[in-house]
């Protein structure tokens, strides 16, 4: 894969983990707060595609790209979450398990290494901190305490995450 069709791949993945979002979103309709906390993961997600997009428009390209190897696993990785979104029975941990699944993947390592050679004025060096996975798996774990997920749900999340509150990879 050349540079153009890497970026345009990894900006498929996060547009499919914003529907990802998106989808969990409507299944709590009832539960205004919760809802609107997987808008903001699937908003975040949109955001993500939006600077890889910017990096694929402007020619800014990281020197080391992700293998096809590990494009085909993150695909793999989201169509085994979307069909198990679809699914009418999942339940709120479910739902934080799978979310889980994806932000503990190696896609946001691989989007931190694309996006890295971005540079420009500090607002925009400001959205892309603020895009931070480190923020992104934060905001999760925090809605899981918050929405009272299960105690062994939060304790998985907890392991995840390294003494400087990054997530590291899950067990696949």
Known sequence: MDAHETYEGFIRL????????????????????????????????????GMLQ????????????????????????????EKEIANPDLTLD?????????????INDVYSKLTAPIEGPAHVMRKKMELSVASHFEKLRSAARKFGVSAEVQARMTRLLTPDGSPHDAPR
């Open 14 to 49: 996060e547009d499919r983990s914003a529907e990802m979002y998106l989808e969990l979103s409507v299944r709590w309709v009832d539960n205004p707060a919760l809802r609107w906390f997987w808008v903001a993961m699937a908003m975040e997600e949109k955001q993500h595609a």
């Open 54 to 81: 910017h990096c694929w428009e402007f020619g800014v390209f990281a020197g080391e790209l992700p293998s096809r190897e590990q494009f085909e696993r993150l695909e793999a990785l989201c169509s085994r979450l």
């Open 94 to 106: 479910d739902a934080f398990d799978l979310a889980i699944r994806l932000e503990s993947s190696e």
